[in-house]
């Protein structure tokens, strides 16, 4: 992490003086560097590029991943209640880990929902875990959100 801030720190002088945006890719093959440097980023990445028609880029800014950094929206979730919240998260999630988020889900007021999915960050997109994520969503959007 000390690594990170320091190259961050260092990219954010550099595009104060020369306006110039460094890019990092967001996933890439074990060994090389990237965002999300796990197998199942990058193959989930790898298996559904093809769907943007060439219009995603593999890249982030340094300045998205500064402010990705300093995003922290659980100490804060009280300040959302009682807005109805529905929480969908993979048992193995590296970016929303299933911990983190069932304790979230212990302090937020009703109406409140938690889904643990099977799998990691990425499963809820696809297969089984796409169908229980989606139903879920759905019938959540459904009851809290349908104008009737």
């Excluded at 690594?3 to 890019?23: A, H, N």
């Excluded at 060994?31 to 982030?60: H, I, M, Y």
């Excluded at 929480?87 to 970016?95: N, P, R, T, Y």
């Amino acid at each position: 992490m000390e690594e990170l801030t320091k190259m961050l720190s260092l990219d954010r002088i550099k595009r104060y003086q020369t306006k110039e945006v460094s890019y990092l890719p967001l996933v890439a093959p074990p060994g090389q560097p990237c965002f999300l440097p796990t197998p199942d980023a990058f193959n989930w990445v790898e298996s559904t590029k093809s769907a943007s028609e060439g219009r995603w880029e593999n890249r982030l800014t340094f300045e998205s991943i500064e402010h990705c950094l300093y995003y922290e929206p659980a100490p804060h979730v009280e300040a959302i209640f009682p807005t109805p919240l529905c929480l969908i998260v993979g048992e193995k999630d590296f970016l929303s880990p299933a911990d983190l988020t069932a304790a979230v889900h212990a302090r937020a007021m009703e109406p409140k929902s938690l889904t643990i999915l099977k799998g990691g960050h990425f499963d809820g997109f696809q297969g089984e875990g796409f169908e229980i994520a989606s139903t879920t969503a759905l019938r959540w959007f459904e009851k809290y959100l349908k104008q009737g």
